[in-house]
């Protein structure tokens, strides 16, 4: 059956779109050029936070994590979403200071959302392992973690369950609209019509958004991420650093990962992705200054996921200005993970009711050409990496 709505990429956004537009009765068909969650989906570190989020942000993360705390009745599956907290470590007064006009800069919104600026003795007891030096910290104790490629997979397989058509290793030829009405997309030798089209295609986002007239500043890079081996249970929250490149946690069966924002050259073209050896070796050392029972860690893999930046750090969030019917959802910049339950909602409030249920103006894909260089305004109070 011809579909209402085309969504270009198999990611979360996707998926998560495609299950809100058929729960509102649409006929939907994904398409993927590979597999579904084959990017920054199914590889990235799987942080669950409102901490440290960039202020414009905050109304839809806020949003997302109570979705999260639903997660087992929207799609059938907890998602491995442990609520376990995140805590951001001051290791100097300094640091601590600008937690605290964090803090500060979040209460004055107004959005029962708190993030809590904490002493050494606190810190001690919610990290007994971290390091002495260690002053203080941010904390906010409802955030988490959870499995990205299980969270993608079970949204697609609840997507699936409402009659979402997905179409994997399909890569998109064409996207036209011959009788000015209707959207054409042309993949892997299939045509797929359509009155509605969302570009969530993660990195490439940017190649179908200057497509479709809306151009926009996309760059693409690997963040790269490496485990080690099962370590005896010593850390619960989620920790990154107010002063490193820094995410850290231990998972389930005691393995520890380690992120935060290290990035490597990626190929578009190829899917190819790199790992800069002496990046990764930046943050073990990080996380061995934090955490000393670290530097006996063993690390047994590491890998790179490829994501889109825009120079701002904020998603490109909200509806085509060149195209009618046409919205987008990409450029997530290293923190989309826990947005996506939401993102897909809001997707199909604005396809459908014209309007969405939280905050978008901040996400336009336009912005860039109004003020080209937008950045100042959102990351000296943010933390962007998961």
């Not at 806020?62 to 805590?87: H, N, S, T, Y």
């Amino acid at each position: 059956m011809r579909p209402d709505a085309i969504v270009i990429g198999g990611g979360l956004q996707g998926c998560s779109t495609a299950l809100h537009l058929a729960r509102r009765g649409l006929r939907v068909t994904v398409i993927e050029k590979d597999y579904v969650g084959r990017h920054a989906s199914g590889v990235n570190a799987g942080g669950v936070r409102t901490l440290g989020r960039a202020l414009p942000e905050l109304p839809l993360s806020i949003a997302a994590k109570a979705l999260w705390r639903q997660m087992e009745a929207l799609v059938d599956d907890d998602c491995g979403f442990r609520p376990a907290g995140q805590i951001r470590v001051a290791e100097t007064a300094d640091e601590l200071e600008g937690l605290g006009r964090r803090s500060q800069a979040v209460d004055a919104l107004g959005l029962k959302h708190r993030e809590t600026v904490i002493g050494q003795a606190a810190l001690r007891r919610l990290l007994p392992a971290v390091a002495p030096h260690c002053l203080g910290g941010l904390h906010v104790a409802d955030d988490g973690f959870a499995d990205p490629f299980r969270t993608t997979a079970a949204f697609r397989r609840a997507a699936e369950r409402e009659g979402v058509r997905i179409v994997e290793g399909a890569v998109v030829a064409a996207v036209t609209r011959p009788d000015g009405g209707s959207w054409r997309v042309t993949a892997a030798g299939e045509r797929h019509d359509a009155a509605l089209l969302f570009n969530c295609a993660g990195a490439w986002g940017g190649r179908l958004a200057a497509a479709l007239g809306d151009p926009v500043p996309l760059a693409a890079n690997g963040s790269m991420m490496m485990i080690t081996a099962r370590m005896p249970r010593f850390v619960g929250p989620v920790v990154g650093a107010a002063g490193r490149a820094l995410s850290f946690k231990q998972l389930d069966n005691g393995t520890v990962l380690i992120g935060g924002g290290h990035r490597a050259p990626v190929d578009l073209d190829s899917n190819a992705t790199a790992i800069d050896v002496r990046a990764l070796s930046r943050a073990a050392l990080n996380a061995a200054a934090l955490f000393p029972i670290m530097a006996r860690a063993a690390i047994v893999r590491f890998w790179s996921g490829i994501e889109g930046f825009t120079p701002d750090g904020l998603p490109v969030l909200g509806p085509s200005i060149a195209e009618p019917g046409a919205f987008h959802a990409f450029g997530f910049s290293a923190h989309g993970f826990q947005l996506g339950p939401v993102v897909g909602r809001i997707l199909a409030e604005l396809a459908l009711d014209g309007a969405a249920s939280l905050p978008v103006a901040p996400f336009r894909i336009d912005r860039f050409r109004r003020d080209p260089a937008p950045a100042g305004t959102v990351e000296a109070m943010a933390f962007p990496a998961e």
